[in-house]
């Protein structure tokens, strides 16, 4: 059963998905720290190659399955128009109400 978004414990992080969700890329970036980091599977990706990329040219889309830590891990069915759905894991850094990294992989 999906975690309705509205329903996530960590502002931010509910903010992130939101604009993840509206394809909202000013929204989204506005909610990374200046030198805003991640990775993909291990692997360090650019910010702003990736989640273009993944996210925004691909119509990428957060169904959340599960939070904890807070709400700053998060378990989502992710899907976009490359890759279709896969279940992936989500893990949020927040300081001064900015995200200063996060990472996905699957899960």
């Given at each position: 059963m999906a975690v309705a978004v509205e329903q996530l414990s960590e502002p931010v992080v509910r903010a992130f998905?939101?604009?993840?969700?509206?394809?909202?890329?000013?929204?989204?970036?506005?909610?990374?720290?200046?030198?805003?980091?991640?990775s993909d599977d291990g692997s360090e990706r650019d910010v702003a190659e990736?989640?273009?990329?993944?996210?925004?040219?691909?119509?990428?889309?957060?169904?959340?399955?599960?939070?904890?830590?807070g709400g700053l891990a998060l378990v989502v069915d992710y899907r976009n128009d490359t890759w279709g759905t896969?279940?992936?894991?989500?893990?949020?850094?927040?300081?001064?109400?900015?995200v200063t990294r996060f990472e996905t992989g699957q899960a």
């Amino acid at each position: 059963m999906a975690v309705a978004v509205e329903q996530l414990s960590e502002p931010v992080v509910r903010a992130f998905v939101t604009a993840v969700n509206d394809g909202d890329k000013g929204a989204f970036q506005a909610l990374l720290a200046p030198g805003v980091t991640m990775s993909d599977d291990g692997s360090e990706r650019d910010v702003a190659e990736w989640t273009e990329k993944e996210i925004f040219s691909s119509g990428g889309h957060m169904d959340v399955v599960s939070e904890g830590d807070g709400g700053l891990a998060l378990v989502v069915d992710y899907r976009n128009d490359t890759w279709g759905t896969m279940r992936t894991a989500w893990r949020f850094v927040v300081d001064g109400g900015k995200v200063t990294r996060f990472e996905t992989g699957q899960a």
